[in-house]
C-alpha cells in the first residue's frame, strides 16, 4: 500500500494488484466523536447518496453505475477509538475487461465527486423528503440495533464502561438528536464536515497511478486546512467494578465483561496483544471457547475483542441466567491463567498460526485490507501485513504474559433473560 499525502490532510493510499477484475475504491472521513455532532455528520452519507447536482436522485445515479457496467457505491459509518468515520466504499469493473474502450474509473471517480461535493439542494439546503425519509431509516436503524441482542449487550458494556469519554457516544448519533434535524442544519453540519475532516482514499486494484493521483487532487483541491491533532484517552487504572443489570424478555442471558489493558495500536507492544486476545479469546483454540464453553458448558459462546484505538477488550457470551457468576468466574479465572505464565505451546502456536492466517487472507478482500490499513495509519502505524506476520513470529510467551497483566476488570454487564 503505497501512502501518497496529496495535501496537509489528505492522502492518496493505493494497491496495485492484478488478483481481482474489479477496482475497489474508498474515501473515509474521520473527525472527533462528539455527541453534538455525531447524529447529523451519520445522517450524511444516506442523504449524499439520495442524488446530486447532475444525478437528482436515485434512479439517475443507479442509470449512471449500470452504464458503468455495473459499479456500486454505499456508506458506512464507522467507530475508530474517539474518532467517528463516515466512508464511502465503490467498486468498478477493470477497464481492460470492458467491450468499449472507456474509462470505467475515471467514470466513477467523476460520480463520487459529484454525490460529495455536488449535493442536491432547494433553497441553500438539502432536500426536504430525502432529508425526512432517511431520518425515518435511521431512527428505524438504531432502533433495529437492539434486536441483535448479542451485539447490544457489548454495545451496552461499552456506553456503561466509557460513559464519562467520547468513546462511550454512538457513532450513529441517538433519536432524540436524529428527530431534531432540518435539511438546513444538516447542510450546515455537511459544510463543516467537509472543512475539518482528515480525509484517506484507498485504492485496491489495477490503475494508471498518475492518472488515478491527478482525478483525487482535482476532486479535493477546494479543500485547506491541515490534519487534526488527535490523542485519544487512554485509562489504564481502575478504581474499582462497575456492574450493570438489565432484564429483557429473552431465555438466555448476555454476559459482557469490559477490561482496559492500556495498549493500543499505538504502541510497539500491540502485536503482543493481539496475540493475547488471540489466546485469550480471538479464536476457536482459544482459552475461553476450549474451556469456558466446550470443557465447562457454562456459554452457547465466549469470545474476546480489542478496542485497538482505545486500550479496552470487551469479552461476549451467552448464557443461562442461573449461570451468571459460575461464567464470570471462570472468564476471569482463564485471564488469571495466561497472567499467571500458564499457557500451553499448542494454545501458543494455534494462535500464532491464526494470526498468521487472519493477516495473510487479507490480501483476498479489498475493503478488509483498506480497513486495515486505515485503522493503523490513523495510528501513525506503519505496518504491512507482512510486517505485522513477522511481529507476531517473533512473539514469546513471555511477551504475551507481560501484556496480560496490564488487563484489568472495569465493567460487568449483564442482560438477564426473563421468559416472555
Known sequence: MIREKISDRISLNISQTDKFKTNFLSIFFSVPLEYENATEYALLPK?????????????????????????????????????????????????????????????LTDLINDLLFNPNLCNGAFLQSYVESEKKNHIDYIKSLKNNKNQYAVQRCREEM????????????????????????????????????????????????????DDIKKMFSSLTGSRISFKPQIITSVSGVNTVTEEMNINQGKLTLGFRSGTTIYDEDYSAFSLFNEIFGGSPSSKLFMNVREKLSLCYYCSSSPEAHKGLLFVASGIEVENKEKAQQEILNQLEEIQNGNITDTEFDSAVKSLINAYSELDDDPYSLSLWYYGRFLAGNTDTPETAIQKIMSLTKEDVIKVSRNVVLDTVYFLKGVNV
Open 47 to 107: 442523504v449524499l447518496l439520495r442524488g446530486s447536482g447532475n444525478y437528482p436522485d436515485m434512479k439517475s445515479i443507479n442509470r449512471r453505475m449500470d452504464q458503468l457496467y455495473g459499479a456500486n457505491m454505499s456508506g458506512v459509518v464507522l467507530k475508530r477509538g474517539e474518532r467517528q468515520v463516515i466512508g464511502f466504499m465503490s467498486g468498478c469493473l477493470c477497464n481492460k475487461y470492458a467491450f468499449e474502450k472507456i474509462d470505467i474509473l475515471k467514470g
Open 162 to 213: 466509557c460513559k464519562n469519554e467520547a468513546y462511550g457516544i454512538s457513532e450513529y448519533g441517538s433519536i432524540e438528536q436524529t428527530e431534531k434535524v432540518t435539511p438546513e442544519s444538516l447542510y450546515r453540519a455537511y459544510k463543516n464536515f467537509i472543512s475539518v475532516a482528515d480525509i484517506d482514499v484507498f485504492f485496491v486494484g489495477k490503475c494508471d497511478k498518475d492518472v488515478l493521483t
